[in-house]
């Protein structure tokens, strides 16, 4: 709807109101309307699950159609990176945002820091992801406000073409509001916490859901050791439950993302059930790490299985834990991927211990001999050493080819020594195009960073302290920050503008009249940023 029939709609309410409205503008009322598209989490969650669903049948007919997140641990930074892609790139198409359970932990809980273990507060997710979307509301209402001024202006003016451009960005102003993955991380309990967690993140407007295949109460984070996977129906029932969420909420085309962490896992808490030889237990059992038993050797309070009839002893940790083959891990990545796409998932997650698009590469073409059109969510991981990782595989790639390597010690590719060399140069060149290629050669649809916010704030606090405490003084935050805002057309170095203090005064003109005690006026510092 246009912002003249949004006009037209109120002044139509209006009337059918009788006297009582007479002091109600309905173009103020269209207004705020029109910076408050969204009126529920499950408003957005269709919305966005629809964008989604788009992206992806793009992504099916084009791989350069990739699509992109960053993880935000707070709605603040949510909306900032949301406006500043706008102000660069022109549009928000293809860059998601990302909810990352690590940092929910790490920074959301009310224990204070934890390891990314699920033992944080459940609800501190969809806390966040409602959170998340009210900062990206205000940046429509922000943006939105600035267009009404120019509107208002141009119109004062007498300007007709000002005003005619003020109302085109008025009909065309793209949303903030982007997809958001969230991350329910192994449901906090079994199917049924799994469904009533997850209708809880619907609500708030999450469109697509990502969980993984460990046990909820083992859970680690995907680069940490010690994880523990279940047998497959284990995981299909929550995936089961998170569809039925959707579905009960009215979002049918809500997006499930299936992690599986069982290229690092090695160890399973039960031996699946099984019925017949073949089926999807037996498949599961068949990956335990047994050795053959002598019926007349079986000791006490010993757990075994039979397989083509023999009697087999499954290797148990004094955890109570069971153990896998070793080098078993992308046979039971591609099973995992394979069943959950049969069974509910949409996407898949592969959670691997180094970037590398062979690797991804070789799981995705066996995954699709069977799912034709699997793709993947990646996880570009601060984890891995980006650096180390890529000039190491360089360093293999030329010693295949039998370059001179004489000048280079592979466990020590990671020094500042060799920054300028060829290898570096090539091993950033294929950072840089990391995502391209993988989403051409290795089926990733979404490529995301989990925790980039919480290692900038890391860094840029660090800088800041360094200089401001030390001998550069308030010229450490001038040079280096505030300045920096100013040149580059940082919006939120007007933070009182940023804050909310100029839809504040439009609220107050509105409601008061002449009356209203404004903050905007000429006596407010932030006129200072005005050129």
Known sequence: MTYFAEIHRQTGIKQKSGQNWEAIDPEFAARLRVQNRFQSGLDIARYTAKIMREDMDAYDKDPAAYTQSLGCWHGFIGQQKMISIKKHFGTTKGKYLYLSGWMVAALRSEFGPLPDQSMHEKTSVPALIEELYTFLRQADARELGGLFRDLDAAREAGDEEAAARAQQAIDNHQTHVVPIIADIDAGFGNAEATYLLAKKMIEAGACALQIENQVSDEKQCGHQDGKVTVPHEDFLQKIRAIRYAFLELGVPDGIIVARTDSLGAGLTKQIAYTKEPGDLGDQYNAFLDCEEVDTAAIGNGEVLISREGKLLRPKRLPSNLYQFRAGTGEDRCVLDCITALQNGADLLWIETEKPHIGQIGGMVSR??????????????????????????????????????????????????????????????????????????????????????????????????????????????????????????????????????????????????????LKAGGKDNTMNQFAA
């Open 367 to 516: 995954i699709r001999e069977v799912i034709p059109n699997a793709k993947l969510v990646y996880n570009n991981s601060p984890s891995f050493n980006w650096t180390l990782n890529f000039r190491q595989q360089v360093y293999d790639k030329w010693e295949e080819e039998g370059r001179d390597l004489t000048d280079f010690d592979r466990t020590s590719l990671m020094s500042q020594h060799y920054d300028d060399s060829e290898l570096a140069k090539e091993a950033d060149e294929r950072i840089r195009t990391f995502q391209a290629d993988a989403a051409r050669e290795a089926g990733i649809f979404h490529h995301l960073i989990t925790l980039p916010t919480y290692h900038t704030a890391a860094l840029s606090t660090d800088n800041l302290a360094k200089r401001y405490f030390g001998e550069e003084g308030m010229l450490g935050y001038v040079k280096q920050v505030q300045r920096e805002e100013i040149r580059q057309g940082i919006a939120c170095v007007k933070h009182q503008n940023m804050a909310g203090s100029d839809i504040g005064d439009d609220h107050k003109e509105a409601f008061a009249g002449e009356a209203a």
